[in-house]
């Protein structure tokens, strides 16, 4: 009989963590008992289970004993502060926040890139960025082919990122201002308006100008690549989109590659969908890709700018793949390989 887990989701409540859940029971995953973590403040409530009424317990480091794996979505404090406990208990934490993304002993996994760092865990498993997560997907199949020594990036990432507040914010926003055009609306989770905006910040600004998730694009992506000397240049935007982040990536390889060498290798590729058809307007969109775990990709051609460049126009899923699919693909691999 094949074994089953015991199964927490930290941050249950939240956009992320109800996801977690959805994305277990679509690709069936082994679950013997499932327990739902948030703050005392949603402790009240209950979240469905195959049916069943499942009540929310406030998370609480004495709440891993029997543990196996811990999904964990509620922010970098509340990983800090809780996954070495859950990992001390003998659960293995594959945590979303940006706690532990860049400790040297803490793998940070994407299983389409560098399934074998996970064997290396020491209890904890970091998730990557959303942002980052859609990109090394779709380049990595290449770099193994052509070495990447260059990507210029640009995003146009969905509120949801933020979580159901900014949803909400949007929707509110945009409804407001339909009915009262001339009316500017009052932001509460960002900074100004976003219904019909675009906003040049996510996360907080640091000395060199870049941006905290424009320096993790970096950072992130040399580390699930094994690639410490590939260039990375993000510059991270906020639009109006409720659901699935887009990209504008511009790649420079060590030798050419045509546009139909790329489009061959990532037709290929595990988890990426070739969308490349502009003659009759197919490409990747954020209507398409949400409720989606691929990662799309199109637009794929020729920089007519710099030589043994291609650019490419890469959208995903960022509550799914970039952050609750991924999770859960990173427990199905723990399980396959006996690493639990």
């Known amino acids: 009989m094949a074994r089953e887990f015991n199964v927490a989701i930290v941050g249950a409540t939240g956009l992320v963590g109800q996801t977690m859940a959805t994305v277990l029971k679509e690709r069936r995953f082994p679950v013997k008992r499932m327990r739902f973590l948030a703050s005392a403040r949603s402790a009240s409530l209950s979240l469905d289970w ?3 009424a499942v009540p929310v317990e406030e998370t609480a480091e004495s709440s891993f004993a029997g543990v196996d794996i811990v999904l964990m979505s509620a922010g970098a404090e509340q990983s800090r502060q809780f996954a070495p406990a859950a990992a001390q208990a003998g659960a293995v934490v594959i945590d979303n926040s940006a706690a532990w993304r860049m400790e040297p002993e803490v793998p940070l996994v994407v299983p389409e890139v560098n399934p074998d760092d996970a064997q290396h865990h020491h209890g904890i498993i970091a998730n990557p960025n959303c942002s980052t997560i859609q990109m090394v997907v779709a380049l990595f199949p290449l770099h193994q082919v052509n070495p990447i020594r260059t990507i210029v990036v640009d995003t146009y990432q969905s509120v949801s990122g933020t979580g159901s507040a900014a949803v909400d914010e949007l929707r509110e926003q945009a409804h407001a201002l339909l009915e009262q055009p001339a009316q ?5 989770v960002y900074p100004y308006q976003i219904a019909f905006n675009v906003l040049p910040h996510i996360d907080s600004f640091e000395t060199n100008g870049y941006s905290r998730e424009e320096l993790k694009m970096l950072n992130e992506t040399r580390k699930i690549m094994h690639a410490p000397t590939i260039n ?4 991270t935007v906020r639009v109006p989109v409720f659901f699935a982040h887009s990209e504008a990536v511009h790649v420079e390889f060590t030798h050419p590659m045509s546009p139909e060498e790329a489009r061959e290798i990532l037709a290929k590729a595990p988890g990426v969908v070739v ?4 003659a009759a307007l197919m490409y990747p969109m954020p209507v398409t890709a949400a ?3 691929e990662v799309f ?3 794929i051609r020729r920089s007519l700018a710099y030589p043994n460049s291609l650019h490419m126009w890469i959208v995903s899923d960022n509550i799914r793949k970039g952050a609750a699919t991924n999770a859960v693909q990173i427990a199905e691999l723990m399980v396959e390989k006996g690493w639990l």
């Open 275 to 278: 969308q490349d058809n502009p």
């Open 232 to 235: 990375v240049s993000a510059t």
């Open 291 to 293: 409720g989606r775990d």
């Open 50 to 52: 195959h049916g069943e």
């Open 297 to 299: 990709v199109g637009r």
């Open 184 to 188: 500017s609306p009052m932001p509460s």
